[in-house]
């Protein structure tokens, strides 16, 4: 054991390792990238969190840095939970709901806390969290504040950042502090602390009110979910409130370490309506959309012919009496989850009038089981997941783009003609109220051609996003995967704010660095896997 490693085991509670197995298994997470720490902690509080990085920037004080990474569950596809340095692993003790108030509709959560265990307990209170990810039942809350993550509720009840009102964060240099909604006066009382924070609050206000005309400017209001950068754009209030909550959801670790949130829910109904249609053009899903988002769905999702063709060739029972073929060129899948029968109804009958006649085919249901036998289509995209053809596997390189919803049906067929320029096999499905879609190529890390080919890929289809005036990420956020292409979406000057609130909060460099910021192609190519599996997650069959 080093002697770094030595001296941590000496002052921190929780278990520290440097096993060669341990550290491989760490080594990589959901993306394609591989990174082998030195070190793995298992924090068992707050203060085994605050005593390493009061550690490292000490060392880094003194010329040498050691990166600190927080580590949920691994499903990070975007190279986030990966680093070369400390791995602060949260699962194994800082696991727990703390309080659960149902009158209030809140709860407080450490970070480690398994996503799906925490809607199971909300659930039996009447509550639940909605912008839950699909990796719901094997990811952690922590993961998901990280990412401001989001999934199929988000098109009604928004994204993580909508919900989380405080946090706990460990910063760089090992101080402790509270975040929340904070007044204006209460504001001024913090600017003039002597402390670290006192810093980041009189440099944050000195930042937003030299940056106003440019943070109106890039904001990109066009967009239903954009997560990537960093959100200046939510801390301050018209009143002068300040709220730093909403710089540290989706700073991926690079600002702070959360060590504990507060979280508000949102009643939860278990009696949806679900209605299915089957599209023979693109042109119709867009009047189908237009119509269908005016209604407040719970939840708007899509899937293509080329993904069930590819379920059906690969796996051919799995959408056995579930669907068939020929199969549509898209099928919707739009749900309806108002508390009030009456009102959902009406939704109901009102969408079920707009689509029949642009649907080939149209299934309303409200019985539980069919709708478990329908959404199984949806969820048949996992399969791309976990099915080989041949050495190749489905990658995470450009699964996360969005665009402005009216764009999203002369977007589409640009990505098919994309992904025929660049001779992959085509598949695609994702969040259509929110125009927000996914797709995984298949590659073959062993070999050079593709290996170069992804990079080509990624430079031409963030490039296309950006073209439809969309951000490179909705939901799954920059990582070390889209960190490149920031500048590009934003532009130098806004780019260089990030770069200045990423040297406030984070002057030596520690925290989760070669993340978002300071990051270019040319980083990524050496990270590269040799070979891509989604081992860590087998327990649980992943899904997208």
Known sequence: MSKVAEYLQEHLIGEVMTSVDAREYFSTDGSVFKLTPQIIVYPRAENDIRKAARFTWQLAERGRSIPLTARGLGTDQGGAAIGSGIMLVFPAHMNKILTLDSNKG????????????????????????????????????????????????????????????ELRVVLANGEVITT????????????????????????????LADNKDLLEKTKRENLTKNVAGYDLWSIREKDGSVDLTQLFVGAQGTLGIITEAKIETESYNPNTTLVVGHFDDIEKVGKALDAINKLGPSAVELVDEHLLNFIDKYNTNQLADVITKPYPKIVLFIEFDDMVPRQQRKRVKKVRKALEKLTTKLQVTSDEHEQEDLWKIRHSAAAILWQNIGEKKALPVI????????????????????FKTFGLDIAVWGHAGNANLHMQPFFDLNQVGDRQKIFKLMDAYYALVLEFGGSITGEHNDGRLRAPYLKQMYGEELYEVFRKVKQLFDPFNTLNPGVKIDVTVQDLQPLLRQEYSVDHMYNHMPRT
């Open 106 to 165: 809140l709860v407080a959560v450490q970070p480690g806390l398994n996503y799906g265990r925490l809607q199971q307990t909300l659930q039996t209170h009447g509550m639940f969290l909605p912008p839950f990810p699909a990796s719901i039942e094997y990811s952690t809350i922590g993961g998901a504040i990280a990412n401001n993550a989001a999934g199929e509720k988000s098109v009604k009840y928004g994204v993580t950042k909508d919900y989380v009102r």
């Open 180 to 207: 929340g909604r904070y007044s204006k006066r209460d504001v001024n009382k913090k600017m003039g602390l002597p402390t670290f924070e006192g810093e980041i609050y009189r440099t944050i206000d000195t930042l």
């Open 399 to 418: 699964e996360d783009g969005i665009v402005p919803t009216d764009k999203l049906i002369a977007f589409l067929p640009k990505v098919y003609e994309l």
